[in-house]
């Protein structure tokens, strides 16, 4: 899709504040000095059974890239492919339900949406948000002493795999859901009070990879503590027990040659880093000054994972560097 994208002719119309020729979570349109729509899409295949849960995930999932640039969600469309011939009507019904309820929690409105015949459910939402043009968070622009936050834990992709295995503990699953359904909503507001300079959310190409996208071009290096990133209970587990995902090699293939590691640690902790993530956290660079009070305020509106887990440097040697 790079290459693909590459070949297209750039934009030229002004008022195209970001479009698709960069890495950037959503593209911006100026609609006058005081606002600008930010506008995405996403759609998921189910993680779990339960359509309603489904329906949550998938819409915090789709609604999460307005608030990685700063945004607020404004409208939303389904985007729907069904198996209407294998599964009953009370199984949408109950996918655009939760899905609903997360627009709803979001300050956004549902318009309607797009539905079309396919093998099995996929769900996900086209958004429309609104962002301030001079506020606009972009996934580049970190600077050197910037301090690096993540707001929510790692590890979801390898525990829905294990649990499709019956691996997972009760608990582990029910705090994993309770993450992945948790909007950036709150998050996003908390940041919006302070200077960021950099944002993104962590999703398919899992951590290492969304950072990496942070630094295109740069002369910087993302310096990560493992010790601090936030993860999931029982994750690091099912990737010592062998079971992974399909995903991860593909990640691997992406940042292995940007990253380094210390010799010795065990294979679960460069695994964690490229599990791929559904609804997963802001990633924001934001200047050492105002770290401390960025996490607190964080921790005081309930985004209780939240954590320092690194630094910006200039380059050295590689763009990403895991101690």
């Known amino acids: 899709m790079s290459k693909l994208l590459a070949s297209l002719p750039k934009n030229i119309d002004q008022k195209v504040l970001v479009g698709f020729d960069t890495s950037d979570d959503a593209g911006v349109y100026l609609l006058s000095d005081e606002q600008a729509l930010v506008f995405t899409?996403?759609?998921i295949t189910p993680p779990v059974d339960d359509p309603y849960l489904f329906g949550q995930i998938a819409a915090a999932n789709s609604l999460s890239d307005i608030y990685a640039m700063g945004g607020k969600p404004l409208s939303c469309l389904n985007l729907v492919g069904f198996p209407s011939d294998k599964l009953g009507n009370e199984i949408l019904e109950g996918i655009v339900t939760g899905a609903l309820q997360k627009i709803t929690e979001a300050g956004a409105v549902l318009l309607g949406g797009h539905t079309t015949d396919n093998d099995e459910p996929i769900f996900g939402l086209a958004v429309t948000g609104l962002v301030h043009p001079e506020k606009i968070w972009r996934n580049?622009?970190?600077?050197?002493?910037?301090?690096?936050?993540?707001?929510?834990?790692?590890?979801?992709?390898?525990?829905?795999?294990?649990?499709?295995?019956?691996?997972?503990?009760?608990?582990?699953?029910?705090?994993?859901?309770?993450?992945?359904?948790?909007?950036?909503?709150?998050?996003?507001?908390?940041?919006?009070k302070f200077e960021i300079h950099a944002a993104t959310d962590i999703t398919g190409f899992g951590f290492a990879g969304h950072a990496l996208e942070m630094l295109p071009g740069s002369e910087l290096t993302f310096n990560f503590s493992l010790d601090e990133i936030p993860i999931l209970s029982e994750a690091g587990e099912m990737y010592e027990r062998g079971v992974t995902t399909s995903v991860n090699k593909t990640n691997r293939n992406l940042v292995e040659k940007h990253w380094s590691f210390p010799e010795g640690i065990p294979p679960m902790q460069q695994e964690l880093m490229l599990d791929p993530q559904t609804s997963g956290g802001l990633l924001v660079a934001v200047p050492e000054a105002q770290t401390t009070s960025i996490l607190k305020a964080l921790h005081d509106a309930g985004v209780t994972f939240s954590a320092r887990i690194g630094y910006v440097s200039n380059f050295s040697k590689k763009k990403l560097n895991f101690t």
């Open 41 to 43: 899409a996403d759609f």
């Open 140 to 192: 580049t622009g970190a600077k050197p002493g910037d301090q690096l936050i993540l707001t929510k834990a790692l590890g979801s992709g390898v525990l829905f795999n294990a649990n499709l295995k019956n691996l997972v503990s009760e608990k582990a699953l029910g705090d994993c859901l309770d993450s992945l359904i948790e909007l950036n909503k709150t998050a996003a507001e908390v940041l919006a």
